[in-house]
């Protein structure tokens, strides 16, 4: 694996056994509770623990870490986030509308720190970005113009795709734009594009189905917390089927994914925020961020196997390249 830039721009400055509760309380550690609409498991975000560990928390050393994973089911987030509060974690951590919803009307005391990718003020999750207010702050890319560069990226890896499909998960509040975002740029790329909507596990099965049935010729996966919750199994499936495809999550390029665009170290950012609050700073005072800098990673092995030859120029622009 090979970094070829670094660069972020930050403005403004199931759940674990009782045993580690029980020692959390036992040597007086804080507990984070994080939220997840994943599998269990599936939350595995080294970025935000080297922003914990940055602000000067180690998981296990002196913080614990609750996990809840509502495993794709939407319904199930409100009753983890109340669990949440009763066991009287210190902080929560949560990422995509849904969970975050459920955190927020859980608790007006316990603060919150978001990961989204709209922007919270048109969702009233904050009154303003540089004053957050209440117990809520976090990282926003609001990124619904990143859809049409993936699906020009792709399409500068594969050319010869002249249909190309790409989920969406149509409960997601920016959705409509993403969709839109998307023909637009596929009319002025003078190339076919299918929507495919995911908004549930089952969704899933279908849409690979359409992928196999309309023999798309690669795919573009939206930056959504369903469907990005499952990148190792979802790239096995899509190199076994050979789909080039672009993710808005740059775990799944790491995972076998051709490609990522993604805004980068949210997660690290997330995670210093979370530690600056366990130190005692207000979510009130602290700026929801907005990643301005995106990174591209490309992933060689996945297209030396899908027969893929990158353009040179597309090569020098990747800021990460997986040997």
Known sequence: ???????????????????????????????????????????????????LSQAGFVEGRNVAIEYHWADSQYDRLPALAADLVRRQVSVIHTNGLPAIVAAKAATSTVPIVFLIGANPVELDLV????????????????????????????????????????LVNPTEPNAGNLARNLQTAAGELGIEI???????????????????????????????????????????????????????????????????YVPDDMNRAAGIYTGRILKGEKPAELPVLQATKVELTINLKTARTLGITFPTGLLVRADEVIE
């Open 127 to 166: 009154p303003s970005l540089n004053r957050p207010g209440g117990n809520l702050t976090g990282v926003t890319s609001m990124t619904g113009e990143l859809s049409a560069k993936r699906l020009q990226l792709l399409h500068e890896a594969v050319p010869a795709a002249k249909v190309i499909a790409a």
């Open 1 to 51: 694996m090979m970094r070829r830039r670094e660069f972020i721009t930050l403005i403004g400055g199931a759940a674990a056994g009782s045993p580690l509760a029980a020692r959390a309380q036992q040597n007086a550690m804080p507990v984070i509770g994080i939220l997840s609409i994943g599998r269990a498991g599936s939350y595995a975000s080294p970025a935000f623990h080297q922003g």
């Open 194 to 260: 299918h929507i495919l909507p995911v908004s549930t596990e089952h969704d899933f099965d279908t849409a690979f189905a359409t992928l196999r049935d309309r023999r798309v010729g690669a795919l573009v996966i939206s930056p959504d917390a369903l469907l990005n919750s499952r990148p190792t199994e979802h790239a096995a499936l899509l190199l076994r089927d050979r789909v080039p495809t672009m993710s808005g999550r740059r775990d799944f390029a790491l995972a076998g994914g051709l490609m990522s």
